[in-house]
């Protein structure tokens, strides 16, 4: 398996607090991305990173921003929580951008 | 837009039996495409690819089947084992290109 752990694994909030969700890798894959999964929508790009500070938006950014500052970290943050991003947010790796390796993934309730 | 579909949310399959999961897709630049196996509580793991190049890809029980022409791909599980039982979701992307785009996803259930 990939090495690639998340933080925290399970989130519960208020709405209008902020967030951070972690993405640590120790296979020092170039890319990195953040998905959330929600039903009946699959799994729907937030953003993604294609190395240190360089990141780009996804289908599904608004609300969030992510920063890199290290290859092997990738931050996902949510500036003021709302109910509409209750959902399973996960991590992916990949060297070359199409095979993605994932994380086990956080669940995040926002109240 | 959904450039990626799954039509069937679900299926049902006896154990030993073959079971096939369809994808279509609607963007013709789509050139390399993938398959995801995902266990409830756990992150999806990759299970089988293919390129424009190819019609089929095999991978012991797993085999991928493409047709550019109708826009659609499908796997087949061959046999059927209950442990197989999961969400699978199609993917598809440009080669070389970052991003990926996942489908709704369609869950298995394999009855032993």
């Known amino acids: 398996d990939a090495g690639i752990t998340q933080s925290p694994r399970h989130k519960v909030t208020e709405t209008g607090t902020p967030v951070t969700l972690r993405c640590h890798q120790t296979?020092?894959?170039?890319?990195m991305y953040w998905y959330r999964q929600d039903p009946g929508h699959g799994l729907r790009l937030i953003h993604y990173?294609?190395?240190?500070?360089?990141?780009d938006k996804g289908e599904v950014s608004d609300g969030y921003s992510v920063s890199r500052s290290k290859t092997e970290d990738f931050l996902l943050t949510l500036e003021s929580a709302t109910s509409s991003q209750t959902s399973v947010y996960f991590c992916?790796?990949?060297?070359?951008?199409?095979?993605?390796?994932f994380g086990p993934g956080t669940r995040l309730t926002v109240t | 837009d959904q450039q990626v579909k799954q039509n069937s949310p679900s299926l049902s399959v006896q154990e030993g039996r073959i079971s096939i999961l369809n994808c279509d897709y609607t963007?013709?630049?789509?050139?390399?495409f993938l398959w995801y196996k995902k266990y409830p509580a756990e992150g999806p793991t990759f299970l089988i690819s293919?390129?424009?190049?190819?019609d089929k890809n095999e991978d012991g029980r797993f085999t991928v089947f493409l047709n550019k022409s109708a826009k659609h791909l499908s796997l087949h599980i061959v046999p059927s084992q209950p442990g197989d039982s999961a969400v699978y979701f199609c993917?598809?992307?440009?080669?070389?290109?970052?991003?990926?785009?996942f489908g709704t996803g369609t869950k298995l259930q394999v009855i032993p």
């Open positions: 992916a790796i990949s060297e070359r951008g199409n095979e993605q390796y």
């Open positions: 296979e020092n894959h170039r890319y």
């Open positions: 990173s294609y190395g240190v500070k360089d990141t």
């Open positions: 963007n013709s630049m789509f050139d390399y």
């Open positions: 293919i390129s424009s190049i190819k």
């Open positions: 993917a598809a992307s440009e080669w070389g290109y970052q991003k990926v785009t």
